[in-house]
């Protein structure tokens, strides 16, 4: 695991070991550091505050910064340009899905086109890193659970999403998830209505939206899923998708093996996958 320095990241190890801070050796993934606890996370925010980059940014190879969630939780149809485009309705109530880590591949990583679709579409989200064990939270005490925030790509397939009651396949096939580049820090993140969603193919804007759109934020999901589903650090949500998805274009214009699909937002980076043959 490793921190992010101006030009580049520190191995979390290496700073571990050079002050003696054996309890942030041998981390694996943001969601194991999360849960050792607030205390074992601001000693690791000390130490990288001055920490001398060991990787730079160049050189730097990424996997999904939480490699095995317990949950992937994602919310549809939470941004109401995205269900206009798509031909829908506001539903009525929150729609929750889910995927699973086979989905989850980090930033650079190839996207697998397979046969059995023919319409592999994007979309671009805000992911929400749960920090601390939630169950049962009020929206009004919703955000401290968060742990940071995140990239992810909600890669669909559209015709099987459409041809089938569950949306499973269209959803959770192999590599449909990257997620990053990075998690930003709940504590040096902007508010959530002030992060902006672009998405771009070969360079092509195609999504830009303020997360300030969403028809439920982020306090409310969380609050929401952890009614009944007890949230574990390192766990994803998922908060929806706006406008500009290829299954809204006249034709649409679905990926093929060769684009590139770019999602940023501010602060956290650029998560950037290629798509590939299966």
Same mark, same amino acid.
């Given at each position: 695991?490793?921190?992010?320095?101006?030009?580049?990241?520190?191995?979390?190890?290496?700073?571990?070991?050079?002050?003696?801070?054996?309890?942030?050796?041998?981390?694996?993934?943001?969601?194991?550091?999360?849960?050792?606890?607030?205390?074992?996370?601001?000693?690791?925010?000390?130490?990288?505050?001055?920490?001398?980059?060991?990787?730079?940014?160049?050189?730097?190879?990424?996997?999904?910064?939480?490699?095995?969630?317990?949950?992937?939780?994602?919310?549809?149809?939470?941004?109401?340009?995205?269900?206009?485009?798509?031909?829908?309705?506001?539903?009525?109530?929150?729609?929750?899905?889910?995927?699973?880590?086979?989905?989850?591949?980090?930033?650079?990583?190839?996207?697998?086109?397979?046969?059995?679709?023919?319409?592999?579409?994007?979309?671009?989200?805000?992911?929400?890193? !749960?920090? #601390? &064990?939630?169950? %049962?939270?009020?929206? =009004? /005490? *919703?955000?401290?659970?968060?742990?940071?925030?995140?990239?992810?790509?909600?890669?669909?397939?559209?015709?099987?999403?459409?041809?089938?009651?569950?949306?499973?396949?269209?959803?959770?096939?192999?590599?449909?998830?990257?997620?990053?580049?990075?998690?930003?820090?709940?504590?040096?993140?902007?508010?959530?209505?002030?992060?902006? !969603?672009? #998405? &771009?193919?070969? %360079?092509?804007?195609? =999504? /830009? *939206?303020?997360?300030?759109?969403?028809?439920?934020?982020?306090?409310?999901?969380?609050?929401?899923?952890?009614?009944?589903?007890?949230?574990?650090?390192?766990?994803?949500?998922?908060?929806?998708?706006?406008?500009?998805?290829?299954?809204?274009?006249?034709?649409?214009?679905?990926?093929?093996?060769?684009?590139?699909?770019?999602?940023?937002?501010?602060?956290?980076?650029?998560?950037?996958?290629?798509?590939?043959?299966?």
């Amino acid at each position: 695991m490793h921190v992010q320095t101006a030009d580049g990241f520190a191995s979390v190890d290496a700073l571990a070991r050079a002050a003696g801070a054996q309890h942030l050796e041998g981390i694996g993934d943001v969601g194991e550091l999360f849960a050792l606890g607030e205390d074992s996370l601001n000693d690791l925010r000390t130490l990288s505050s001055d920490a001398r980059t060991t990787v730079l940014a160049g050189d730097a190879h990424f996997a999904p910064p939480v490699g095995r969630p317990s949950k992937i939780v994602c919310v549809g149809l939470n941004y109401l340009d995205h269900i206009e485009e798509s031909g829908g309705k506001r539903p009525a109530n929150i729609v929750l899905f889910a995927k699973y880590p086979n989905c989850l591949v980090g930033s650079g990583e190839g996207v697998r086109l397979p046969a059995i679709t023919r319409q592999l579409d994007y979309e671009g989200e805000l992911a929400v890193i !749960i920090g #601390t &064990r939630t169950s %049962g939270v009020s929206a =009004q /005490d *919703a955000l401290a659970a968060i742990g940071g925030f995140s990239i992810l790509n909600d890669v669909s397939a559209r015709d099987l999403q459409i041809a089938e009651p569950q949306w499973i396949r269209g959803k959770s096939l192999d590599t449909f998830a990257p997620l990053g580049p990075v998690v930003l820090d709940a504590k040096s993140a902007p508010p959530i209505g002030e992060m902006r !969603i672009q #998405t &771009r193919v070969n %360079g092509e804007l195609r =999504q /830009d *939206a303020s997360c300030s759109m969403m028809i439920t934020p982020v306090a409310e999901l969380i609050a929401h899923i952890s009614a009944a589903i007890t949230l574990e650090p390192g766990d994803i949500i998922a908060t929806g998708t706006p406008s500009g998805v290829a299954l809204g274009m006249n034709p649409p214009i679905y990926l093929q093996v060769g684009d590139t699909v770019t999602v940023s937002i501010d602060g956290i980076g650029e998560l950037t996958n290629p798509i590939i043959a299966a």
